[in-house]
């Protein structure tokens, strides 16, 4: 069982840091090591972003301060010992500084994702939220964004009237992409509402516990 927070003893290293492992909450792959102080550690959790104690630079370091490439917190753990932190989150683009999605020189692509739902927040927390952190003139995801909530709404009201059209046919096929469609339009609205698709996925677990 993880300890809390307040177990965590930073007096272990005369640096007053701990070690900390960063997870990819949906592919589970190890993202990165770094290392926090008790000031990086309460920043990390009160801004829901992962802040590092750079060694090197003697500071308080956000990932993707420069970069966008944050990291959102999902969940902190701590080990067995009080002195080791790991922290599951979801990283918005490459986490390492070479362009690798890990700092370990794997890539994490839909073969990692747990099941096929699993695709829905991998195209939320990875595509659609690097879109809207790092915007594209050639990108039909951040005109969607750059248009705003209005728009965005009016887009799912357009796919769903398609759904239904499309519900009425026998093609198979032409229903499936409009379905498709919807479910995309709807992962952009969420992402600009700021609310994740598994806080939806709770509500629905809660109704039927």
């Not at 290392?35 to 990390?44: G, H, R, S």
């Not at 301060?65 to 753990?77: A, Q």
């Not at 490459?94 to 994702?113: A, M, R, V, W, Y």
Request: aromatic share 6%; proline share 2%; charged share 30%.
């Amino acid at each position: 069982m993880s300890k809390t927070l307040s177990t965590i003893d930073f007096s272990k290293s005369a640096d007053g840091l701990v070690p900390v492992v960063i997870q990819d909450s949906v592919s589970e792959k190890v993202l990165m090591l770094g290392y926090m102080n008790q000031e990086a550690l309460e920043k990390t959790e009160k801004e829901g972003t992962v802040t590092f104690f750079s060694r090197s630079k003697q500071r308080l370091w956000t990932k993707g301060e420069t970069s966008g490439n944050f990291l959102f917190v999902k969940e902190i753990l701590v080990d067995c010992d009080g002195d080791t932190v790991l922290i599951k989150a979801v990283p918005a683009g490459p986490t390492c500084h070479t362009g690798d999605d890990t700092c370990f020189g794997e890539k994490i692509g839909q073969d990692d994702l747990r099941g096929q739902a699993a695709f829905l927040n991998y195209l939320q927390k990875d595509v659609i939220r690097n879109r809207k952190l790092n915007p594209s003139s050639e990108s039909y995801t951040s005109s969607l964004f750059n248009k705003g909530i209005n728009k965005i709404a009016q887009k799912v009201g357009e796919e769903a009237v398609e759904v239904v059209i499309e519900a009425k046919d026998d093609n198979d096929d032409l229903f499936k992409n409009e379905v498709s469609d919807l479910l995309f339009h709807l992962l952009v609205l969420l992402e600009q509402k700021n609310i994740d698709l598994d806080d939806v996925i709770s509500v629905l677990r809660s109704r039927h516990s």
